[in-house]
């Protein structure tokens, strides 16, 4: 695995972290870790001749067979780095992509997870074009073989892009009506936050419904959707979703629009953190942004500390209280909290949206 500190992410040894549990979540052993420091990327390798020798080495020493990148890097640095070391690359959106193809489960996942491959492997293509192209070298002739095949490719998959486009946009209609009809003007209250955070717990503990939770990353891909009593004879409708992670790839917000979409309609969000998190301030920065990047920015938000009952983050509550953000420390596991959280529910959804903040 290959983390490089580029010098602009005071998080480094966050991303460095958590991509290597995202490749053990891909269902990779992780054999060594390489750190390297840049002012910025090689344009070539992403990393500099010296360094690429020391991870040739490194990665022969210990049998090494898949390279993890924990950054995006282009099609052209994806192609050379693995037939400069022999090897498989991933780098971080195609981790990522790796282990929603695994998980993925029904049929919407599937074509998500096929979409947002797609989307990701045209981009790649292009490079692989590029680069047959300037090895052709002539000038103005047009028509070889393999440029034709490479034709023929990009258009297929562009032509397949939109047929999944259109599969999943018929498929949400028809989803959305079966709901509406279920959910008979239910105030509706969506669940959002990091991966591994809780939400299919605290799913679990206000609905009683069996959503599968687990330690693994990215254990939730489809939505779930159930009703919450709030007491009082009042219901809403509860639905747990997809977990955010930093730098989420874009191919993946754009194919799973339908799903996160879920968040962009909701009444309430409810912000679920691992309270005991110190990494919670940066994660809680990352929801915001991919909220903000689907649409959601303006939808009256929760904010929840979970897992009470393995204690709170000291640097994470003084964050909280420097920012004046608002919150409730519950324990899906043990069922602390879950009242007033009803409760708050119950009450912000009466009131007009804007109160809630
Ligand atoms: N101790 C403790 N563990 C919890 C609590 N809530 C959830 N967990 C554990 O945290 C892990 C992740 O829980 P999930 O509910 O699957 O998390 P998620 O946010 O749905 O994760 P993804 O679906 O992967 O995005 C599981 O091992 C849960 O048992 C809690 O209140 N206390
Ligand atoms: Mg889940």
Same mark, same amino acid.
């Given at each position: 695995?290959?983390?490089?500190?580029?010098?602009? +992410?005071?998080?480094?040894?966050? /991303? &460095? =972290?958590?991509?290597?549990?995202?490749?053990?979540?891909?269902?990779?052993?992780?054999?060594?870790?390489?750190?390297?420091? &840049?002012?910025?990327?090689?344009?070539?390798?992403?990393?500099?001749?010296?360094?690429?020798?020391?991870?040739?080495?490194?990665?022969?020493?210990?049998?090494?067979?898949?390279?993890? %990148?924990?950054?995006?890097?282009?099609?052209?640095?994806?192609?050379?780095?693995?037939?400069?070391?022999?090897?498989?690359?991933?780098?971080?959106?195609?981790?990522?992509?790796?282990?929603?193809?695994? &998980?993925?489960?029904?049929?919407?996942?599937?074509?998500?997870?096929?979409?947002?491959?797609?989307?990701?492997?045209?981009?790649?293509?292009?490079?692989?074009?590029?680069?047959?192209?300037?090895?052709?070298?002539?000038?103005?002739?047009?028509?070889?073989?393999?440029?034709?095949? %490479?034709?023929? =490719?990009? &258009?297929?998959?562009?032509?397949?892009?939109?047929?999944?486009?259109?599969?999943?946009?018929?498929?949400?209609?028809?989803?959305?009506?079966?709901?509406?009809?279920?959910?008979?003007?239910?105030?509706?209250?969506?669940?959002?936050?990091?991966?591994?955070?809780?939400?299919?717990?605290?799913?679990?503990?206000?609905?009683?419904?069996?959503?599968?939770?687990?330690?693994?990353?990215?254990?939730? /891909? =489809?939505?779930?959707?159930?009703?919450?009593?709030?007491?009082?004879?009042?219901?809403?409708?509860?639905?747990?979703?997809?977990?955010?992670?930093?730098?989420?790839?874009?191919?993946?917000?754009?194919?799973?629009?339908?799903?996160?979409?879920?968040?962009?309609?909701?009444?309430?969000?409810?912000?679920?953190?691992?309270?005991?998190?110190?990494?919670?301030?940066?994660?809680?920065?990352? %929801?915001?942004?991919?909220?903000?990047?689907?649409?959601?920015?303006?939808?009256?938000?929760?904010?929840?500390?979970?897992?009470?009952?393995?204690?709170?983050?000291?640097?994470?509550? +003084?964050?909280?209280?420097?920012?004046?953000?608002?919150?409730?420390?519950?324990?899906?596991?043990?069922?602390?909290?879950?009242?007033?959280?009803? +409760?708050?529910?119950?009450?912000?959804?009466?009131?007009?949206?804007?109160?809630?903040?």
């Amino acid at each position: 695995m290959l983390a490089v500190d580029l010098g602009q +992410d005071p998080e480094f040894a966050q /991303l &460095r =972290d958590e991509t290597r549990e995202l490749a053990l979540a891909a269902g990779f052993a992780v054999a060594g870790v390489m750190e390297a420091r &840049r002012v910025q990327p090689d344009r070539r390798h992403f990393i500099g001749a010296g360094k690429l020798a020391e991870l040739k080495e490194l990665m022969e020493a210990c049998g090494a067979k898949v390279l993890v %990148i924990a950054h995006a890097v282009s099609d052209g640095q994806h192609m050379r780095l693995g037939r400069e070391l022999g090897c498989e690359v991933f780098d971080y959106p195609g981790l990522i992509l790796t282990i929603f193809a695994k &998980r993925a489960q029904t049929a919407e996942g599937k074509l998500q997870v096929e979409l947002a491959q797609e989307i990701y492997g045209r981009a790649k293509l292009r490079g692989a074009w590029t680069h047959l192209e300037r090895q052709r070298g002539g000038l103005g002739a047009t028509g070889g073989p393999g440029e034709r095949q %490479i034709e023929l =490719d990009r &258009r297929m998959i562009a032509r397949r892009i939109k047929q999944l486009r259109r599969r999943l946009a018929k498929r949400h209609t028809h989803a959305q009506l079966v709901a509406a009809g279920r959910m008979k003007r239910l105030p509706t209250v969506a669940l959002v936050g990091y991966t591994n955070a809780g939400k299919s717990t605290v799913f679990q503990a206000l609905t009683k419904a069996a959503v599968p939770a687990s330690a693994r990353m990215f254990e939730t /891909l =489809d939505t779930t959707t159930r009703q919450m009593h709030l007491g009082g004879g009042r219901c809403a409708a509860l639905s747990d979703t997809v977990g955010f992670v930093r730098n989420l790839p874009h191919e993946l917000v754009d194919a799973f629009r339908s799903t996160l979409n879920e968040a962009v309609e909701a009444d309430l969000l409810l912000l679920v953190l691992d309270g005991q998190d110190r990494a919670g301030p940066a994660k809680l920065r990352t %929801i915001q942004e991919t909220l903000a990047t689907i649409g959601a920015a303006g939808v009256p938000q929760l904010l929840l500390l979970n897992k009470l009952d393995l204690g709170q983050s000291p640097e994470l509550l +003084d964050s909280l209280r420097w920012d004046k953000m608002p919150f409730l420390s519950i324990s899906a596991l043990t069922g602390a909290g879950l009242q007033e959280l009803r +409760d708050r529910v119950a009450a912000s959804l009466a009131t007009p949206a804007a109160a809630v903040r």
